[in-house]
């Protein structure tokens, strides 16, 4: 019997009593008071830093594995991690489909979690099997054709296992706030908002440990660390399990100076960590200060549209970009000054810090990008559609990994002329990537005058 059922127009919070379209996991009806909320996506933010520490343990340095353990070139590294990523991307939208029509979102977590830590596991394997010879130059034809094999299948098996992963978690954890509920609702818009915020600080804490333990110790152990990481994520979800709502709705820098001292460098791929730090600092500001006094103005629960937040993002990451291409032009120009064209392996005598601006401006864009993205499509969706939902959203990262594996291609191809370093040259001080920050800033520029454009004319679902 409900104890409290105040109609949530009025505003009253409705604390009591069951959870209309929602059971607990024995399948009784859901009690307000004991399941879902916070109590329950605790678990649910747990699970995610985990799999985050696992999943950027293998994705934040793959290139430099593809080029220093197999031999590739950067071109050929960069469009392989493109294919993955972009792969790993585009499955959730079948892995939502089957969670909404067959398996459910918990079932669906738990089947491709142990997909996933199998993909890890194999990855280790593989890190595990020697190459013939140590020769860089030679590198390509001493590794094994079982090795290889063995990488590919594990990285595939690790997009199909982070894909359905994905692909229902979030919408899982957004199960747990009732709609109709105004504090709840609320609690629902916060808790994307502290999810990203935990997700960076699961990316953040993989750059500094497993990054660094890949190019100082051991590539085998820096993947086994990740594998350990998803079977706590695994363990940390079903923790949650007495407390879950389940609906019933539908079932559900490398060339430059990067010393810090004497005796240490920080890894190229750590750099990235700028992003994960400035998300991990704006988060909170964004949730605790700037949203109350975007709603005391627009008396909107989110204080801006959905859409408004994307275009922000948009347009910091624009801002980015130019930044990126700006600095690169100068890392180019100090090298030609100091004479290190034709030292692909000398250390520019230009501080890593010159990065900074880019990476943490990157990372407040993204605050604004992927966790509006996110809401978007969770709250413009069906409702037993919400697994297809988010799914849609990663797909969009996914378009974006593909085009970039065209682009980069595409280009490398073009700008491959004899006696001519393309913009993607192993010679990082010989190619042109500032050429292609530019060409990014630009289309991400056409990017944001048509999502303008469109997004006068959208009306939003009111949420049901």
């Known amino acids: 019997m409900s ?122 394997f593989s890190a595990t099997i020697p190459s013939a010879c140590k020769d860089q130059e030679t590198l390509v034809s001493c590794v094994s054709q079982f090795k290889v094999t063995i990488f590919f299948c594990a990285l595939y098996l690790i997009a199909l296992g982070e894909g359905g992963f994905k692909a229902c978690l979030r919408a899982f954890g957004a199960d747990q706030f009732d709609e109709q509920d105004p504090i709840e609702s609320k609690a629902k818009s916060s808790f994307f908002n502290w999810l990203y915020f935990a997700i960076s600080f699961g990316i953040l804490a993989t750059r500094l440990v497993s990054n660094y333990v890949q190019e100082n110790l051991s590539w085998a152990l820096g993947f086994g660390i990740p594998c350990v990481s998803m079977m706590i994520s695994l363990f940390f979800f079903l923790l949650g399990t007495n407390t879950y709502r389940f609906s019933t709705g539908g079932e559900q820098g490398a060339t430059m100076d990067r010393s810090i001292s004497s005796t240490f460098s920080v890894p190229a791929a750590t750099l ?58 100068k890392r180019l120009k100090t090298a030609r000054d100091h004479g290190l064209v ?27 990008t992927m966790i509006g993205l996110q809401e978007f499509f969770y709250g413009q969706i069906p409702v037993e559609l919400r697994s297809l939902g988010l799914s849609m959203y990663l797909s969009v990262i996914g ?66």
């Open 3 to 124: 104890i409290s059922n105040a109609d949530s127009e009025t505003g009253t919070t409705l604390s009591y009593g069951v959870v209309e379209g929602s059971v607990d996991f024995r399948g009784k009806p859901s009690l307000r008071f004991s399941s879902g909320g916070w109590r329950s996506s605790g678990f649910i933010i747990g699970a995610e830093v985990s799999e985050k520490f696992a999943y950027f343990g293998v994705a934040s340095n793959l290139i430099t594995y593809f080029t220093a353990q197999l031999g590739e070139s950067t071109a050929a590294a960069a469009s392989n991690v493109n294919l993955w990523l972009g792969t790993a991307a585009f499955l959730p939208l079948i892995w939502g489909s089957i969670a909404d029509s067959f398996l459910g979102r918990f079932r669906t977590i738990l089947f491709t979690s142990s997909l996933y830590i199998l993909g890890l596991g194999l990855l280790t």
């Open 272 to 329: 990235q960590g700028f992003i994960s730090v400035s998300i991990l600092v704006f988060i909170p500001i964004y949730d605790r200060v700037l949203v109350p006094i975007a709603r005391s103005i627009t008396h909107k629960p989110a204080g801006i549209t959905t859409l408004q937040r994307i275009t922000t993002g948009i347009f910091l990451s624009i801002l980015s970009m130019v930044i990126a291409a700006l600095v690169e032009m």
């Open 342 to 368: 034709d030292s692909p392996n000398a250390t520019v005598p230009m501080s890593v810090c010159w990065l900074i601006p880019q990476y943490v401006l990157y990372g407040v864009s993204d605050v604004f």
């Open 399 to 464: 378009i974006g990994n593909y085009l970039s594996s065209f682009m980069v291609s595409v280009i490398e191809k073009a700008t491959s002329q004899p006696g001519q370093a393309s913009w993607f040259d192993n010679n990082l001080n010989q190619a042109h990537l500032d050429y292609f920050y530019w060409l990014l800033a630009c289309l991400s520029s056409i990017s944001f005058v048509s999502l303008v454009y469109f997004a006068k004319s959208y009306v939003y679902n009111s949420p049901k």
